[in-house]
């Protein structure tokens, strides 16, 4: 209690000075005579404020002057004492039914909240000397109006799109009040004339829905949450991103649900004669959600949630839901699409998705554990023992199992001599390393072999002897 009180005094102090300096002369003196030529003037804040207390101000200052100059002073020495950003959130103050009493007992009702977005002075008048301003408590979770639909409001907080707003009820609040706060109405939506208030009973066990005419500018009580009426417009900037070999490549505009792959690729200018439409894929990003509730943590636990898997089955699953979360593939086969009878030209594209149509690359790539790694030119019906042979051959550290690595869908396929492969042009060849064994390695396999076959013997000599 102690500390508040020393803080409270501290930056009492520090906001007097302030008003000094902004005031004062260059050299820093200030007498009684400077400061009625400045005008400056004592004025009282109580109630709801995280300092209160007299301080100085300037005749020429209006109330949302003051309030914001206090109020930024008190978070930087709040920031500069704590470094706490949680506790700015405990220096929140009313900005509405905020009273502001003259010298001569006259009263005047400020709405600091309508003034910043209106402009209105009648809100936001000039200070007197002796003013008292004197906030009222607040009370967000019982004194509140809320209000969504159709409104321009739209704000991110931790990943989340929120779509309305809450503010402070006042006495005498109408419907325009609530659509003041809210942003107005967003012009993107067609024939609005209706809202929708939800008011519960004092115990909140019951609820009445209100229809109104926006055009009444309903009276509304406290605690009631309001909804703009509006059928939602699928107006909205569909697009996917088409790259490579196309003759005109980026941002192409589509429906909502109904352009085909085919329109796109019209819409592209078609393909070019390099294209190589084998490796041609259609990319479609699922990780789109940006919500708390639905997330790609949330759905792992949900797809495991019953799965009867092993631990080496749930290495292999993570990795592949991974995939799946990332990157949706979607199966077409680019060389039919622009054929109006098949099934392929009929695909529905999606907005956000990407589809890359890569150049012919009339190469194999041959890695790993051979003399020369690097790109081999294709050769039709040619077998892996050309390829190997191509890049200088296999190195004496290579294993005895190769493999092949299809460029397109990345499966790997282990190379057998009695095995035909269809090698393509884009593919991979692989030869893995034979890792080196030091006479340790042998030595400590031999002793777990001795041991298990020493306790294998000792459990084979129990069961003869319990036999006898």
């Known amino acids: 209690m102690k500390k508040r009180l020393l803080s409270f005094l501290i930056l009492n102090l520090i906001l007097n000075l302030n008003l000094f300096a902004q005031f004062g002369d260059r050299s820093g003196s200030s007498s009684s005579s400077d400061m009625m030529a400045l005008n400056i003037i004592s004025v009282t804040v109580g109630g709801n404020f995280p300092v209160t207390g007299s301080f100085h101000a300037s005749a020429t200052e209006r109330v949302d002057q003051l309030v914001t100059r206090m109020?930024?002073?008190?978070k930087i020495a709040?920031?500069?004492?704590t470094q706490d950003l949680k506790g700015l959130e405990e220096l929140a103050y009313p900005e509405r039914d905020i009273t502001l009493r003259r010298f001569d007992g006259t009263e005047i009702k400020i709405d600091l909240a309508k003034f910043r977005l209106t402009g209105d002075f009648a809100n936001n008048p000039y200070l007197k000397n002796n003013d008292v301003i004197i906030f009222p408590q607040l009370d967000n979770s019982r004194n509140f109006i809320e209000i969504s639909g159709a409104i321009n409001f739209r704000k991110r907080k931790e990943s989340v799109e929120l779509t309305s707003v809450k503010f402070q009820f006042v006495e005498g609040d109408k419907l325009s009040d609530a659509i003041l706060f809210g942003g107005g109405i967003n012009q993107a939506y067609e024939d609005i004339t209706e809202a929708e208030i939800s008011r519960l009973s004092y115990d909140g066990n019951k609820e009445e829905k209100l229809i109104v005419k926006i055009a009444d500018d309903f009276?509304?009580?406290?605690?009631?949450?309001?909804?703009?009426l509006a059928n939602e417009?699928?107006?909205?900037?569909y697009y996917v991103q088409i790259d490579g070999e196309v003759n005109?490549?980026?941002i192409i505009y589509i429906t909502k649900e109904n352009t085909t792959i085919a329109e796109v690729i019209r819409k592209a200018g078609?393909?070019?004669?390099?294209a190589d439409l084998n490796r041609a894929e259609l990319v479609r990003g699922t990780n789109v959600f940006g919500s708390l509730y639905f997330s790609q943590e949330f759905e792992e636990l949900m797809m495991t949630r019953m799965a009867e898997l092993i631990d080496e089955d749930s290495a292999y699953f993570k990795i592949d839901n991974q995939l799946r979360f990332a990157r949706g593939n979607g199966i077409i086969e680019f060389e039919k699409v622009l054929d109006e009878s098949s099934e392929d030209s009929k695909f529905i594209v999606k907005n956000g998705d990407y589809i890359n149509i890569p150049e012919k690359l009339n190469m194999v790539y041959v890695f790993g554990q051979v003399v020369t790694p690097g790109y081999v030119e294709y050769s039709k019906n040619a077998d892996y023992n050309y390829y190997l042979a191509k890049a200088g051959g296999i190195g004496e550290t290579a294993k005895e199992e190769m493999y092949l690595i299809k460029g397109k869908t990345r499966t790997w396929i282990q190379i057998e001599e009695d095995k035909q492969l269809d090698i393509e042009p884009g593919d991979f060849i692989w030869i893995p390393k034979e890792p080196v064994r030091n006479f340790d390695f042998y030595l400590n396999r031999i002793g777990n072999i001795a041991q298990i076959v020493g306790g294998v013997a000792t459990v084979i000599v129990l069961l003869i002897q319990l036999g006898k």
Do not use: C, H, M, W
Not at 219 to 228: A, E, H, M
């Open 219 to 228: 009276l509304l009580k406290r605690g009631d949450r309001v909804r703009i």
């Open 71 to 74: 109020y930024n002073e008190i």
């Open 78 to 81: 709040q920031l500069t004492a």
């Open 270 to 274: 078609g393909f070019k004669d390099n």
């Open 233 to 237: 417009s699928n107006r909205k900037n």
């Open 248 to 250: 005109s490549p980026g």
